[in-house]
Structure formats: structure tokens, C-alpha cells
DNA sequence: TAGATTGTTAATCGATTAACAATC
DNA sequence: TAGATTGTTAATCGATTAACAATC
């Protein structure tokens, strides 16, 4: 089969949300040496149906063959291309918290080819600081680093009260993604195009609260 | 209308992730001293329909009033009940890592009124550190500790590679929820019931990644 | 009472699962 | 070729939305 446009028809945010996971999967197989599987296989480690799988990766084209199945490694390579894993997106962190400073460390970001280009903060005693040979900026110079560098992405990790002001200064200069660990909504009303992945720790330690009450009335 | 037994029938999740937005909202209301509102009101605001939050709020009990609208103060506090915030609930932090140090100051727990009682690391350097009145403990000393104290939930900040390991020890000392931060999926092996929430921060931050790539290649 | 808004049933929509012809 | 497994259509299931009678 061809590989269909991505953009012919709209993808569901449920296939999308569940690429990352076929990617983690994938990734352990290729770690594990194994370089075919079928839906079938794939389903029963993954804990959903086979039908489920072959209908969430032929969004995007026929990635298997018949009476084979999947190479792992074509399979992933398909999926990371499709996730913009490797594709130079950039990113910047704003605010070094805790939230921040457990960012920048963390290799999520360069396991899926994002460079974390700019750390800000608006604490003169955090101004200057380094992270990774990154030395962490004025927040008020922000707008300028952003209109002189090509930024993707903004990690939002300052409190909600001046989440929305600072959305709002860096889609102006061209920012398009927010991942926003705020508890703020992000609401921008100049009319740009942005994209917010919003990380409610509270909301999901709450479901987990919910089923734990739950159990505890039960048990009653 | 009469308050309905949670229990009586099962609660889709789709309902469930719900109500912590609707805690959220509500919370603000009352601090901007809004007494009531209707469905229609806050559906505006959410940005989702007012019939879904009717039925929504229907899966609980009839919490409005017809003609009336809804008692924020009384609403929140039925949601409140609902997700369990101040019933008590016990928490661990196991790793005291970037993101461990990042949730025992994080206001989350105490907003919901959830108790930190312990925290636990395997470095004899981070051993013996206070954070907020609580030392760090030998996480050997975790089994122990759980038998002797009720624990609900235990938060999962370490490395991949000892995860599954840690939950089993702690579910077989009584330890129900697992906040899950490792990138491991939990998998009990001896048939203990629990429940995971899972944070997989790389799996939001894809989903992000997809709709950056998505209008870049559409700017071409 | 008249007006407003809920609680709830029915209709619609979308996502998941099943089935199977196509084909490697 | 025979067996296996995909890609894809059709059936099912569940969640969201619409409608309206009940009622404050």
C-alpha cells in the first residue's frame, strides 16, 4: 500500500495520544533484537486489540505485509517520523523551579531530538546560573531570544499568574507549542495558532485518588 | 433527587478525568465569590457542552436545583468528596531525585489535602536529607515502614529498571495506588489488586511534537 | 404563576472491535 | 502453493449531544 498524506483527513487525538506508546514499545523491541512482529503479537503486549493497532498505524499508511506482519524497525522509523522524533524541533524552558530544573536534566528531550536552547527565569539569583552548559537568562530578555533563534516549543514552569502574559509574549514572536505545567488555562487572544499540551499533575493524582476512595468504600 | 451510591454503577474514566476540571473551575468560582451557577454558565467557560456536564454530574446525584442552577460552594463540595480530597489520604515519595525533590515541595498534595509521611532513596548522600520537616530513609527500610504506617499511595520517581521490583514489594505490603513517574509499565505479578496512574511526560510532550510537525509541513 | 434550568431519555456521533477478502 | 497476516469494510459499542418533561 502507499503511504497516505498525513494530512488528507484528520487524525483522532486518541490514535494520536497513542503513538508515543507504540513508539515506547517499539523501541524495546529494537532492544531486544526482535525485527518483526505482527498486530496480533504486538496487541497482546500492549494489552489492546490487534484490530485497534493495524486501524491506528493505516491512518497514516500500510506500514505491514501481509503474512509477515511489521518490521520493528521500518514500523518505528515510520512512527518517530511521524512524531517529528529527530526533526530539529527546538525547544526552550521558562522558569527554573523545581519543575525547570527537573526538566533540564531530564533526557526525555534528547531522546526525541529536541534542544533545549534557552533556560529563563525572572530570580536575579537564578539568573546566571548553569544547566548543562546552559546558563539560565533574564525572562525579560526572552521575547528578543525568540525573535533572534527559531523556537518550537516553550515549557511553561512558572506560576499561573504569569502564565498567560508570557504565552501571549512569545506566540507574538513565534512560538507555536506550550507545554504548559502550570495550573493555568492558556487563553491567547491575539488570534495566533498555538498548540498547548497541558500536564495537570493535580488532575492526575486526583483519578488516582478517586480509585483509592473507591477501594476504601468498598472494603466498608 | 436523591444522591446516587457511587457504587452502583461503574463510572466511565472519560467522567472521571472530568472531575478534576470541574474541581478546578469550581475553586475559582468561589474565589471570585460566584455563589451559583447554571450548566450553561459553566459550559461557556469550560468550553464543553452544558449537557455533558449535566450528565456528567448525574453519574453522582442530582446536585442542582431546576430553575436555580447549581450551589458552587455545595457542588465543589460534593466533587470534593467525590475524588476523595481531605479523607485522609497517605503518600510516599520513593526517589528523591529531580522529580522527587520537585513534587515534596509541590503544593499539590497539601491542596487536596493528601499527607506526605515518608520519602525514600537508595543514595547513602541523599539518605539522611530533610525536605519540609521529613528526612529521607533508606529505601530498604520501605517495607517496614509501610507495615507500620498506612500508606495509599507511593509515588514512583526512580529509575525504569527498579520500578517493578519497588511496586511489588510495596503492594504486598498493603500500598494500593502508584503514582507512576519511571517510564516503566507496571505490571504486578502477584495478583494483588492496584491502581496505576501513569505520568508519562516523553508521551505528552510527543503528542505536542506531532501537531508542531504537523503545521510545519502544512507551511510548506 | 411564568420563567428558568435541571435530570433524564432519545438521537447522534465517533471510536473500537469483528470479520474477511486481498495478498505476501 | 498453503498459511499467515495485513488492510479495510461493516458491525458494535460507548460517549457526547439534543430535546424536553419535570419541577423549582
Redesign the pocket.
Known sequence: ?NK?NQMDKKI????IR?LPRYFRYLRELIRNDIMR??????SEKMN???????????NF??????????NVKSLYSEISHILGVDSGITCIIVGMGNIGKALVNNPLFEKRGIKITGLFDSDPDVIGTKYNELVVSDVQTIEDFCTENNVDIAVIAIPKAYANETVEKLCSVGVKGFWNFSNAEINVTNGKKIFVENVHLGDSLMALCYDICCEKQEAN
Do not use: C, H, P
Open positions: 500500500m497516505k483522532s487525538t486518541a490514535v497513542r512482529i505482527s498486530s496480533r503479537e504486538l489492546i486489540t490487534a484490530s485497534q493497532i493495524r486501524q491506528d498505524l493505516n499508511g500500510g506500514f505491514g505485509q501481509q503474512g509477515y506482519g511489521y
